[in-house]
């Protein structure tokens, strides 16, 4: 690795505006907000298929573009979103990418980086102690509802035994007693904040918009009327300034934030994407699992809102093995060659092709290469998308690192800004009712023919438009693993009907969140956690990240 000083300075980044932890890792301060910064650079964005349980390479091959760029004579640099703790120690494992297109230290991005996980789960359970502090001391419930309270705790962990809890039990010193529960701290409304502000004021002013639940009379009750957000502005300050450290190749990278993308918007923190577009000709970011989820609210939620210019090219991350499960091959068989399979599978990849170019943006695929891939394979997936003029190159940077994307690198520059940002199509307009956005994106973006809900959750979304929340974005949380809500309809399933279960104010984010099928807010450990494998030797090196 390179001392963090020489990859700074390739940014042109000075020494005074490092605040280091070590050699390799700093964050950067910048004195204000990150608005002023002009944005010099083109942004790529990297999206993917409807990914197996073991994802497909998504932040790998954004690393590995990142790299080919500099290979091909580009100024890059990549800007992802910082590991949660579940994930690592649960089923996917690390988060830094794979093989030869990695970001270094991986360990210690991996594990504890620069706390601001931490601190984003701190001011979010300090909100929670100062809303049971005033059910304390406010027994007639005169602020709000003790029985309507909907800000939850959160911890950075799989952990599915605390998704539901009882506080406040063992007498009246213990508070109130109350059911409450758990979410992992990326599933935080905190950490859409977060990732969302521009700067330490709007950062300020959209903690103290968190509604934390409803007085008796049914009124929404927020985080400013507890007087929470400054203490909680103070313990994020540090943390709002973006992480940088590099690849293995010493490319720049920025790291910085981690929303989940099913409860939240799935992308690493404006600030960090606009300081990077300020210091590279190319910044390639990425967004979670698929485009129906990742990318459709990288556009519908983030471009929105003004603050990150519409990508220059979407890159969608296809593998072989993804195509060949969505055409009906078990996981256990995927290294088995199957043209008919992959054939039935790529109309996943079609479908996520019509989203992304919904939006407008120039659409790249990229093959994922994995060693059991077969040449007729890969010869026939290239076949189909160049039937739909779709540019498409093979991508080998886990195995090759930069010089494994150079084939891609050309292919993005070559499209990059090849669409019309001003003809850009939004999926629904903002003073739209929140029913018939959700009825819009399911229709339009993941090819359902309606929408159901019981009555009462109907009766939920139109009191959130009565209480000004109805020109607000909609979040939709479903499962990753399928373009419908059921993760066992495969492929590119037809005229499902999406099935909303809740929905919720994200207030301070500035979304609605939409609950559709089963999804947890609190993920659980896998029968054989990552954990499992992790160790560190007598020298001190952490093996089995």
Not at 273 to 292: H, M, N, Q
Not at 453 to 473: D, S, T
Request: neutral net charge.
């Amino acid at each position: 690795m390179k001392k963090i000083d020489d990859i700074a300075q390739s940014l042109g980044i000075q020494n005074d505006c490092l605040i280091k932890y070590g050699d390799y890792i700093a964050k950067i301060a910048r004195i204000g907000g990150c608005e002023h910064l002009p944005l010099k650079g083109k942004l790529i964005l990297v999206t993917a298929v409807t990914p197996t349980p073991a994802g497909e390479g998504k932040t790998t091959t954004a690393i590995g573009l990142a790299d080919a760029f500099r290979k091909i004579g580009h100024n890059a640099t990549v800007a992802l979103r910082e590991p949660s703790l579940g994930p690592v120690f649960g089923m996917k494992g690390g988060a830094t990418g794979g093989g030869k297109a990695r970001v270094v230290p991986s360990d210690k991005i991996n594990l504890h980086f620069t706390g601001d996980i931490h601190a984003v789960t701190t001011a979010h359970n300090l909100l929670s102690a100062m809303v049971d502090n005033r059910l304390h001391f406010d027994p007639a419930c005169q602020l709000m509802d003790s029985r309507n309270v909907v800000w939850r705790r959160v911890l950075d962990m799989d952990d599915r035994v605390l998704r539901d809890v009882v506080v406040g039990i063992g007498g009246p010193l213990r508070g109130i007693a109350r059911e409450t529960g758990f979410d992992i701290t990326a599933a935080s409304e905190v950490m859409a904040i977060f990732c969302l502000a521009t700067d330490l004021h709007d950062l300020r002013d959209r903690l103290g918009n968190i509604v934390i639940g409803y007085s008796s009379e049914g009124k929404p009750v927020f985080a400013r009327d507890v007087k929470a957000e400054g203490a909680m502005a103070a313990l994020l300050k540090d943390a709002l300034q973006p992480n940088l450290v590099q690849t293995l190749e010493g490319t720049p990278a920025i790291i910085h934030g981690g929303p989940f993308a099913n409860i939240a918007h799935g992308t690493n923190s404006i600030i960090a994407t606009r300081t990077a577009l300020s210091l590279s000709d190319y910044v390639i970011t990425e967004c979670g699992f698929g485009s129906d989820l990742g990318a459709e609210k990288f556009f519908n939620i983030v471009v929105r809102s003004g603050k990150i210019p519409m990508p220059s090219a979407c890159v969608i991350v296809a593998t072989i093995r993804a195509l060949k499960y969505h055409g009906g091959l078990s996981l256990k068989n995927l290294s088995n060659p199957d043209i008919n399979a992959l054939e039935t599978g790529f109309a996943n990849l079609e479908k996520h092709i019509e989203i992304v170019k919904s939006f407008g943006a120039p659409v790249i695929v990229t093959i994922n290469r994995f060693p059991d891939d077969q040449d007729q394979e890969l010869a026939r997936l290239k076949q189909l998308c160049t039937a739909l003029s779709i540019p498409i190159s093979v991508s080998e940077v886990f195995a090759h690192g930069g010089d494994g994307g150079v084939e891609l690198a050309h292919q993005v520059v070559a499209h990059s800004g090849s669409g019309k940002p001003e003809q850009t199509q939004w999926t629904y307009p903002n003073d739209m009712p929140l029913l018939d956005k959700i009825r819009s994106v399911a229709t339009k973006l993941y090819g359902a023919k309606d929408v159901a809900m019981e009555g009462k959750i109907r009766r939920k979304i139109k009191r959130l438009e009565v209480e000004g929340f109805g020109n607000l974005p909609i979040c939709i949380a479903k499962t990753q693993y399928s373009l419908s809500d059921d993760p066992d309809l495969k492929g590119c399933p037809r005229d499902f009907t999406l099935i909303v279960t809740d929905a919720s104010v994200s207030a301070g984010a500035g979304f609605v969140v939409i609950y559709c099928g089963d999804i947890m807010t609190m993920p659980g450990l896998p029968k054989f956690p990552a954990a499992e494998s992790i160790d560190i030797d007598e020298s001190g090196e952490i093996a089995g990240l």
